[in-house]
């Protein structure tokens, strides 16, 4: 029983609800510091009562006075229709009413989680809807999905099938949420909620967070704060098209609801068919917003992530480094070249295949998964022997998904890729790329066989860079049947997803980035099936500071890939000294996106230092519980972070100088996370002054460097020449 009390509460007690008395089900879904209460009183629909700090079995009764007690937990559309609903069915006969009552509470165990269905059933009509709570020992997150099945004789049609609704408390809440674009992903926005409707969406089709991200933070008290206040996280964990939007209307709540963008979806439920939504992950934290990502990302690595648990090697890719200029000799080069700096992997991006049609530009080729033997001669296995030679591993880009018009299998089956009938073909990236249409099982056993073939004749391929460049640009499916039309964005999704399950299958080992030019496929519904994802096209180290601010809010640094990029920078043409550019990248998955033969010996050695010190501090970085000190979007010209052992024993902290002044006043950054009780020893990483800090080697205990802070120079003590406008410090915190 001492289980049940660590997870999950059943408490069956006669409550008195507004005019009758019923027996009510209360049950308190309790994580170790969290407890989401719901109300499954049969005959009636399934209630929530609570979202917050945990509660106990004797906070239980209480809560029939609350408020929260009038709120569905999956409001059903069409009796008083005038409030929004996570549900909207039409039925068989036309009827647009549906009318739920709970018949059912049912827990499962899976692989040592706890899942709470509640199945309700339409008072009149057989259709069933499950709403399921996963709680997992360990994890402060909450995954509620929903499973819609029509017992109907005849197809329904699902207008609005939303993965889970919360009714927050109307108040001085404020969301936090990512919008960006390509080059320029999540970047932050905090905004008071407001009367009215604040949403968030994508419908991209394909990819689904360079212009908006499907994950929020609530802040319950007031302008969001990192280290303080009580905050509820919620993360869709879908790749598709999304919708996220919070209703403030003339109630006491602001109505939170998530799920796929029903917009141009509606899904036609055939008769004994189930659809299951998405899961919609739900934390809540009292220590701020540090503290509902650290959340998410222990959640995360240990749930969700592919292989969460394996450290990431420092790679070289050879994206900005060659572009589409792919040979040998250059290919040795880099190789070489990344095994003398210290790293462990070598990536050869775009170019390297096509025959009929060669790839060297971005018009031609995708599909057509043959090495280019007029660059290559030696072919893959002669890249791979190359790699072991030097000592390092090799990894491939592939963009699997897509296909050009000029292109061998579009030429033979021009009736694989998305497009509408009647209409011109719309083409995307060099004017020639398509979308191949994911819901057609022949195109994913295509999809399947790429990287099968790929894995089966080199499995020494360590790396897959699986990349995405293009939307859906006209929505047709040559596959789906007439009346099936409106099923295309989410059944490409499906497609996919099932594709990525044969995959992982046969090759469980070979780490996959997700990619999608650039940081377009950050998304918790992704990846399961992945190991991490490409941040964005933009490595210009200072509005990195920023993306992957934002980015940390939902994902852990692990998956975040973060590379150091020439100078000046190919997006921004910024001039970024080596050693700031390291600090920025030494925060994520760390990696260089470069020819390093065009470096100075100086920075070289810059660059070789600090792969040698990220090798140190790696588990840190990787595994480590994140803490964000001081905001970039505060704009008070510094930015830092750190991560700590769950032990509390080592720690490192970031610190980023983001703008320049004569007469600057930087605020002194008290940390986080450490033990007040401990003593530190402070260790510069990557010093290039020629002399040391004056606190370098010193002891500070966690309670001092806690409520006060270190002090740090605001320039480099270095030869004259060589100071910049830019400044940042690495230092490890080691516990005597
Ligand atoms: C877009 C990606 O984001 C880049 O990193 C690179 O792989 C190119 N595609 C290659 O075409």
């Known amino acids: 029983m001492k289980k049940i009390s660590y997870l999950m509460m059943t408490l069956a007690a006669a409550l008195t609800l507004p005019g009758a008395a019923l027996q009510a089900e209360v049950i308190n879904l309790a994580t170790p510091g969290t407890s989401l209460v719901i109300d499954a009183v049969k005959g009636e629909p399934l209630r929530i009562l609570y979202y917050g700090d945990r509660l106990e079995e004797k906070d239980l009764p209480a809560l029939q006075a609350s408020p929260l007690l009038h709120h569905e937990a999956y409001p059903a559309y069409g009796i008083y229709p005038q409030g929004e609903a996570a549900l909207s069915v039409t039925h068989a006969d036309g009827n647009r009413t549906t009318l739920l009552e709970v018949t059912d509470v049912a827990t499962t165990q899976q692989d040592g989680a706890e899942i709470t269905s509640v199945t309700m059933r339409d008072r009149v009509y057989p259709l069933e809807v499950k709403v399921n709570y996963r709680v997992r020992p360990g994890y402060d997150v909450i995954e509620t999905w929903t499973d819609i099945t029509n017992g109907e004789k005849q197809p329904v049609t699902l207008n609005r099938f939303m993965s889970g609704y919360l009714p927050i408390r109307y108040g001085n809440v404020w969301l936090s949420s990512l919008y960006g674009t390509w080059a320029n992903e999540s970047e932050l926005t905090e905004e008071p909620l407001q009367h009215g409707v604040r949403m968030i969406k994508n419908k991209d089709g394909v990819r689904n967070s360079h212009t908006a991200h499907g994950e929020v933070m609530f802040s319950l008290d007031g302008k969001p704060q990192e280290n303080t206040g009580r905050i509820i996280g919620a993360a869709l964990c879908y790749p598709g098209n999304y919708k996220l939007f919070v209703d403030t209307d003339d109630t006491d709540f602001h109505h939170f609801f998530a799920g796929i963008n029903e917009e141009n979806s509606e899904y036609h439920l055939a008769k004994g068919e189930t659809f299951s939504t998405p899961e919609l992950a739900l934390t809540y934290s009292g220590e701020g917003l540090s503290g509902a990502s650290r959340n998410f990302h222990k959640w995360g690595r240990d749930t969700r992530l592919h292989a969460g648990n394996k450290e990431r090697k420092v790679l070289l890719n050879s994206w900005e480094g060659v572009y589409f200029d792919i040979n040998e000799p250059v290919m040795e080069g880099m190789m070489a070249d990344i095994a003398s700096l210290g790293g462990e992997l070598f990536v050869m991006d775009d170019g390297w295949f096509g025959t009929k049609y060669p790839r060297t530009v971005d018009n031609a080729a995708l599909g057509d998964w043959t090495v280019d033997t007029r660059k290559l001669p030696n072919g893959i296995d002669g890249l791979l022997k190359t790699a072991e030679k030097h000592g390092v591993s090799f990894g491939i880009w592939i963009e699997p998904e897509m296909t050009n018009t000029t292109s061998v299998l579009y030429e033979k089956h021009p009736e694989y890729v998305i497009h509408a009938q009647k209409r011109d073909t719309v083409k995307g990236r060099g004017g020639t790329q398509l979308v191949l249409d994911m819901a057609n099982p022949k195109v994913q056993d295509i999809v399947f066989t790429i990287v099968d073939t790929l894995m089966t004749k080199y499995p020494a391929i360590d790396y897959i860079k699986w990349d995405a460049n293009a939307p859906i640009m006209e929505h047709g499916s040559q596959y789906l049947t007439a009346d099936k039309q409106s099923h295309l964005y989410i059944d490409y999704h499906k497609g996919l997803m099932k594709t990525l399950d044969r995959i992982r299958e046969a090759h469980p080992d070979v780490t996959i980035q997700a990619c999608a030019s650039g940081g377009g496929r950050a998304n918790w519904g992704m990846l399961p099936w992945f190991d991490e994802f490409w941040t964005s096209d933009n490595n210009d180290a200072l509005q990195r500071i920023y993306m992957q601010w934002g980015t940390s809010y939902f994902f852990p640094a692990i998956a975040m890939a973060s590379h150091i990029s020439a100078s000046p920078n190919h997006q921004t043409f910024r001039r970024i000294p080596t050693k700031f550019r390291a600090d920025v990248a030494m925060s994520g998955r760390l990696g260089l996106e470069m020819q390093p033969k065009d470096m100075t010996d100086e920075d070289r050695a810059v660059c070789a230092r600090a792969i040698a010190d990220y090798k140190k501090i790696r588990p840190i970085v990787q595994f480590g519980d994140l803490y964000r000190l001081h905001s970039p979007f505060e704009k008070d010209g510094v930015a830092s972070l750190m991560y700590v052992t769950p032990e509390k024993d080592d720690a490192v902290f970031f610190w980023w100088k983001t703008e320049t002044f004569m007469n ?38 966690g309670k001092f460097l806690m409520s006060n802070g270190l002090d740090l120079p605001l320039t480099y003590k270095v030869d004259y020449h060589k100071n910049t406008d830019f400044a940042s410090r690495v230092l490890r915190l080691t516990a005597e």
């Open 664 to 701: 600057q006043q930087l605020p002194r950054i008290p940390m986080a996370g450490l033990d007040p009780d401990k003593m530190y020893r402070v260790t510069e990483l990557n010093p290039i002054d020629n002399t040391p800090l004056d606190i370098e080697g010193k002891v500070f205990s």
